[in-house]
């Protein structure tokens, strides 16, 4: 909870130095300069475009973590609808780069690019997409003629490798919004974000059977027996009881950072400015001392010039 600032703590005008606790209009009264709320001075608009631009990244890279949920269980737990969910996908992993561009583009990323695997979530989503788009390649060339077996198992072990990406990559957001958290001095908002790495890859963990299950019954001349498939539908369900509940917890996560850069940018852009120019003009300069008034250091004799003379 952060307090405001105290009516004793002086607030000097940008412009001219009035103290401003006691103005609530938008312009300074001695010398009209604007304000922003409160008598506060005004964010920069130039602060003002970086912040929308860092927050704007921040909700796209929330928007894609609970879209490459739905999707993912489109994908894997709905055959029938399983060629759209991964074009889908395909958009919201897209949409994922597109979060991440914003922020590298503010150069905000480059300041966690030392903070363990942070440093290497530019290229695993670069690396999601590109494998993204190979699975939708094969699975249009699926849909058109029946593939080659090798072919087959090619597009199985591509679509397993995707959701692995997807999941790590939903790990990392995780430890960027912790990150920008502790640079706000925030704390987490549940002591259950601790669990969250096991939950995230262990849900992602669970759906690996289904589709070797699946990719079996397409390769062998006799299906699986029906309780193996029962069995690896148990475990998928059990998988998307863990995706909601990461997905839950990386939403708040994001939600709890994004609001708390923006208080932390306010109340920095509201914290007495110190008006330099003022200072400046008010600076004494000492007046170099006139010749003959007893300023001048003297100097012990040199015993060779005695000599010399």
């Given at each position: 909870?952060?307090?405001?600032l105290s009516s004793s703590t002086p607030r000097p005008c940008p412009e001219c130095s009035y103290d401003l606790r006691?103005?609530?209009?938008?312009?300074?009264?001695?010398?009209?300069?604007?304000?922003?709320?409160?008598?506060?001075?005004?964010?920069?608009?130039?602060?003002?475009?970086?912040?929308?631009?860092?927050?704007?990244?921040?909700?796209?890279?929330?928007?894609?973590?609970?879209?490459?949920?739905?999707?993912?269980?489109?994908?894997?737990?709905?055959?029938?609808?399983?060629?759209?969910?991964?074009?889908?996908?395909?958009?919201?992993?897209?949409?994922?780069?597109?979060?991440?561009?914003?922020?590298?583009?503010?150069?905000?990323?480059?300041?966690?690019?030392?903070?363990?695997?942070?440093?290497?979530?530019?290229?695993?989503?670069?690396?999601?997409?590109?494998?993204?788009?190979?699975?939708?390649?094969?699975?249009?060339?699926?849909?058109?003629?029946?593939?080659?077996?090798v072919v087959v198992v090619l597009l199985v072990v591509t679509q397993v490798g995707w959701l692995g990406l997807i999941s790590v990559n939903?790990?990392?957001?995780?430890?960027?919004?912790?990150?920008?958290?502790?640079?706000?001095?925030?704390?987490?908002?549940?002591?259950?974000?601790?669990?969250?790495?096991?939950?995230?890859?262990?849900?992602?963990?669970?759906?690996?059977?289904?589709?070797?299950?699946?990719?079996?019954?397409?390769?062998?001349?006799?299906?699986?027996?029906?309780?193996?498939?029962?069995?690896?539908?148990?475990?998928?369900?059990?998988?998307?009881?863990?995706?909601?509940?990461?997905?839950?917890?990386?939403?708040?996560?994001?939600?709890?950072?994004?609001?708390?850069?923006?208080?932390?940018?306010?109340?920095?852009?509201?914290?007495?400015?110190?008006?330099?120019?003022?200072?400046?003009?008010?600076?004494?300069?000492?007046?170099?001392?006139?010749?003959?008034?007893?300023?001048?250091?003297?100097?012990?004799?040199?015993?060779?010039?005695?000599?010399?003379?």
């Amino acid at each position: 909870m952060r307090r405001p600032l105290s009516s004793s703590t002086p607030r000097p005008c940008p412009e001219c130095s009035y103290d401003l606790r006691a103005t609530t209009g938008d312009l300074c009264p001695e010398c009209g300069a604007s304000l922003g709320r409160a008598g506060f001075p005004a964010m920069h608009s130039a602060d003002r475009d970086h912040l929308a631009a860092i927050t704007e990244g921040i909700a796209a890279l929330r928007t894609s973590v609970l879209w490459t949920l739905l999707l993912w269980i489109g994908c894997v737990a709905t055959p029938t609808l399983g060629g759209v969910a991964w074009f889908l996908l395909l958009l919201a992993s897209g949409w994922r780069a597109i979060g991440r561009h914003r922020l590298d583009k503010e150069k905000y990323l480059a300041q966690f690019s030392s903070q363990g695997a942070l440093g290497a979530f530019t290229s695993l989503v670069h690396a999601e997409l590109a494998v993204g788009c190979c699975v939708a390649f094969l699975t249009v060339a699926r849909s058109f003629s029946d593939l080659p077996k090798v072919v087959v198992v090619l597009l199985v072990v591509t679509q397993v490798g995707w959701l692995g990406l997807i999941s790590v990559n939903n790990l990392l957001i995780l430890q960027l919004a912790r990150a920008i958290g502790r640079l706000c001095d925030e704390e987490p908002v549940t002591p259950l974000i601790r669990f969250a790495p096991p939950v995230i890859l262990g849900a992602a963990a669970c759906f690996v059977p289904l589709f070797f299950i699946r990719l079996l019954n397409d390769l062998l001349p006799t299906p699986l027996p029906a309780e193996i498939a029962t069995g690896a539908g148990l475990i998928v369900a059990v998988g998307c009881i863990g995706g909601f509940a990461s997905v839950i917890l990386i939403q708040a996560e994001l939600t709890s950072a994004s609001d708390a850069l923006v208080a932390s940018r306010r109340t920095r852009s509201h914290e007495p400015q110190v008006n330099y120019a003022s200072l400046r003009k008010q600076r004494v300069v000492d007046e170099p001392p006139t010749p003959g008034t007893g300023d001048v250091i003297p100097f012990a004799n040199d015993p060779a010039d005695d000599d010399a003379r």
